[in-house]
Structures are given as C-alpha cells and as structure tokens.
C-alpha cells in the first residue's frame, strides 16, 4: 500500500514545525479535546503511579502529557517527538517543566529492551511509515507487565472524508490496531472509542492498550534498524528528485491536511442542528476568528453570485 502525502518523516517534520505555532489553538480544541484524552487514558492501569516509568511516544506540545501528569509524578515521564519545534512548546508547560524530553523516532526508540513501566502514544501512529514496526518498538521497551496504549484515527465512513483523510496520512481501519497489538505479541487488549463532541460517527478514534506478558522483544519483530537521521530522506532518487517530491508532498499533504479544520469547525456550529450529541466545547477566539474569515469568504462569493446575475 502506498504511502500518503503526511506518512513520510521528513515530510511530517517540515509540516510541524510550521503546524506548531497555533497546534495548541486550533488543532488539539477540535480533533483531540481534553475529555476524548481523559476516557483514552482511563483504560490503562495507573494504580501505582508513584513509582511508575512512562513513555510518551510522538508527545507533541505535551497536550496528552498533561493528562499523563496527572497520574504520575512529571519527573518520572520521557517525552519523545521528532519534532524540535513542538517539543520547545511542551518544554514551557508548567505541568511539564519536570518531565524528561528527548529526540527520536517511535519506529526505532533509543531505549533498551524493559525499560518502562507505561507507553503512551496519542496522534502519532498517523505519520509513521511502518506503523507494525512502531508498535513492536512499544513492545520491546516496556517491561513485563506493563502496558502500551496507543490512540489514533479510524478510518472514515464518509467517501469525501476518506479521501482527504487518506490523502493527507495514515487512518488505518479498526481491524489493523488489533491486528497490530495481536502479532506484538500483546495480551488483555482493551480499547475504547473516542470522539469530539461534534462527530457523529461513534468509532471516529480508538484508544487500545495491551499488556506485555514475557521480557525483550517481541516475538514476531524483524530486525532492529541502525540508528539514523529521523528525517533522513527515503531512497527515491537523486536530489533534485527528492527534493521535488518533498515539496509536492508537503503542499499537497497540507493542504489535505488543513481543510480538515474549517470542515472541523463548520460541524462544531452545526451539531445542535444535527441532533449530535455530546458535552460541546467552545470555540476559543483563533477559531472564531477562522469561522468569522470563512463567513466572509462565502459572503463575498455569494454576492458575487448575486450582482452576476444582474
């Protein structure tokens, strides 16, 4: 199956580091809100926070950290992204100011096999290129008993959706996350559904956890790469050809990616409207100011229409 336009590192590193300066404002309010983080992180076992060791995998500006901080003391998690850009905005967090934070790549983790206690892995799986490889990975570096949640996207039901959602990066179908989690070698697999207020669609997102049962890797993972550049790039030609193909990706695979926000907020105003229920969330004031620059724009065109027609 090809790869789309967001799935390649060096593609979703250059789209962030843009993404980043209004991620928290825009983004995180509408597609992955503070109670679809709260039900994702219920299912895991934190009854001995205190002492447990936790990993956040692709942790961003340290939205689902906050969450993770509430169960467990902030000295005690490491923060991963590939990101430099979203991880500086984590870094300033208070809630945060005492976790760990580091560089690296969820489909090849710098930590030696039974290290922690808790994975968590929120939004991430979406850019992987090889998402099997990612969740061996989370696997390999949990130790015994421990726990890996990992939460993304479902694919869309919607032809209109699918098609931008597949465009832009990875929505695996339900069946691949348990089919993941199984062939890891995960046992007591768990998962909820999650979804903003404004959805419909019940099995928008899932939140699936597994326990590991026996200590190292997993027993069906292949051969761990070398370490490399995270945003090394692929081996599809010369430079010039390489390069073109970044910028074609990035821009096709943003704007894919972007339009999904004003869909966002269109259904945010219009689910009273549609029976969809669900505790609503406000719009903060860089979404209104999106919404009011979208009224404008479809006014404008509107009147155009009319005086055509005159």
Not at 137 to 160: D, F, M, S, T, W
Not at 251 to 257: E, M, N, Q
Request: glycine residues 8%; proline residues 7%; contains cysteine.
């Amino acid at each position: 199956m090809p790869m789309r336009l967001m799935q390649h590192k060096r593609e979703a590193f250059w789209f962030y580091r843009y993404l980043s300066n209004f991620y928290d404002k825009l983004v995180n309010p509408l597609f992955w809100t503070e109670p679809m983080r709260e039900k994702a992180l219920s299912i895991v076992d934190w009854s001995e926070g205190d002492a447990l060791k936790v990993l956040d995998v692709g942790s961003g500006t340290g939205f689902t950290t906050e969450g993770i901080v509430r169960r467990v003391p902030a000295k005690n998690v490491i923060c991963l992204d590939q990101s430099p850009q979203q991880m500086e905005r984590a870094m300033v967090k208070p809630a945060l100011v005492d976790c760990r934070f580091r560089l690296g790549d969820a489909e090849n983790l710098p930590f030696e096999d039974d290290t922690f206690d808790r994975y968590v892995s929120a939004g991430s799986i979406e850019y992987w290129p090889d998402p099997k490889r990612g969740i061996e990975e989370a696997y390999r570096v949990i130790k015994p008993g421990g726990q890996a949640l990992l939460v993304g996207p479902i694919e869309p039901k919607n032809p209109v959706s699918r098609f931008i959602a597949n465009a832009w990066m990875l929505f695996p179908p339900e069946n691949d996350y348990h089919l993941y989690f199984h062939q890891a070698g995960f046992t007591d697999i768990d998962w909820v559904y999650v979804r903003p207020h404004w959805q419909e669609n019940e099995r928008y997102g899932i939140a699936i956890v597994g326990t590991k049962t026996k200590p190292g890797a997993s027993p069906n993972a292949r051969p761990r790469r070398s370490a490399r550049s995270l945003v090394e790039a692929e081996p599809e030609g010369g430079w010039l050809g390489r390069n073109l193909l970044l910028t074609g990706r990035l821009i096709l695979g943003s704007t894919a990616g972007f339009l999904f926000i004003p869909m966002a907020l269109l259904a945010h105003v219009t689910a009273p409207i549609r029976g969809v229920e669900g505790e609503r969330q406000p719009l903060n004031k860089e979404q209104k100011a999106v919404l009011y620059g979208l009224g404008v724009i479809a006014a404008i065109f509107v009147g155009r229409a009319i005086l055509r027609r005159r």
